[in-house]
């Protein structure tokens, strides 16, 4: 649903945020969700942000809406100075490709693309050289060496998400979202993924925002946003995994 209204692009320098974001799903029917309801948050540039809430609390919607995968029904999201609410679906698609990364939940591989040519895939779109030093950093972090000639099902779920966060990082985005990203890994590649998205945040400036249901994994995070009913209920700094245990024990999540 589209409604011309002025809007004023954020005032304080951020990397994305959302103003009255709403996104209601079934409009009209008497199935109607309101995934989102009226929210309004600004992301910091280099800042890295956990998203936590119970299932169906619209984690995945917000981030779908922030990076311009999907549209809000009202309200706006916000990339840099960029209205995505407002902008024709190919300026917000270019967008996309030039200033966001994104790991989904499901890994949105290629089958029938080695692990490599799925990691390079963003940059051989865009016409773009791989940078092989940038390229054998991320493969070293992320421990996938040994698994680069291997297609999507010869891979376990832990590997495959591990190219799928390779692929997110190849094009060195400004912002990253990752949608429970150490979901399928075991705690020590996890921690190595957690560490290694923190040191995006904090070396190279990269905004990172990250769904987790996992408090030890928001704990890396600068910041933890919890949602409850399309809501933010609690936006923490310097979460530790106490905090957010109590946090859950609190809305009895
Ligand atoms: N395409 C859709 N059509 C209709 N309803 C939807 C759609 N996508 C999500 N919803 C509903 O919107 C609400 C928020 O969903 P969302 O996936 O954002 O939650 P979530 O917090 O990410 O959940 P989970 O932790 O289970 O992934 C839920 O009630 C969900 O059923």
Redesign the pocket.
């Known amino acids: 649903m589209s409604h011309l209204h002025y809007a004023t692009p954020p005032t304080t320098a951020s990397a994305c945020s959302t103003d009255h974001l709403t996104?209601v799903?079934?409009v009209g029917s008497d199935?109607q969700?309101?995934?989102?309801d009226d929210v309004s948050v600004t992301i910091a540039p280099g800042s890295f942000t956990a998203?936590m809430?119970?299932?169906?609390?619209?984690?995945?919607?917000?981030?779908?809406c922030m990076a311009g995968l999907d549209r809000a029904t009202s309200g706006d999201a916000w990339m840099g100075q960029d209205n995505l609410s407002q902008l024709p679906e190919k300026q917000v698609t270019r967008i996309r490709r030039d200033k966001v990364g994104f790991v989904f939940?499901s890994f949105n591989l290629l089958p029938t693309l080695t692990a490599q040519q799925n990691i390079v895939l963003p940059l051989d779109l865009a016409g773009k050289k791989v940078d092989k030093e940038h390229f054998a950093s991320i493969i070293e972090s992320l421990s996938l060496q040994d698994r680069l000639t291997h297609r999507p099902s010869q891979l376990s779920g832990g590997q495959q998400q591990r190219v799928a966060i390779a692929r997110a990082l190849m094009t060195r985005p400004q912002v990253v979202f990752a949608?429970?990203p150490t979901g399928a890994l075991d705690s020590k590649t996890g921690t190595a993924l957690l560490e290694y998205l923190r040191r995006c945040s904090r070396e190279q400036g990269q905004t990172i925002i990250m769904?987790t249901?996992d408090p030890k994994a928001a704990a890396y995070a600068d910041r933890a946003l919890v949602?409850l009913d399309?809501r933010i209920v609690d936006d923490v700094a310097s979460p530790t995994a106490e905090m957010m245990m109590a946090t859950f024990g609190r809305l009895g999540a």
């Not at 809430?53 to 779908?64: D, F, R, V």
């Open positions: 996104k799903y079934g199935r969700v309101v995934a989102l998203i809430g119970p299932s169906g609390s619209g984690k995945s919607t917000l981030m779908h939940q949608d429970e769904v249901h949602l399309g």
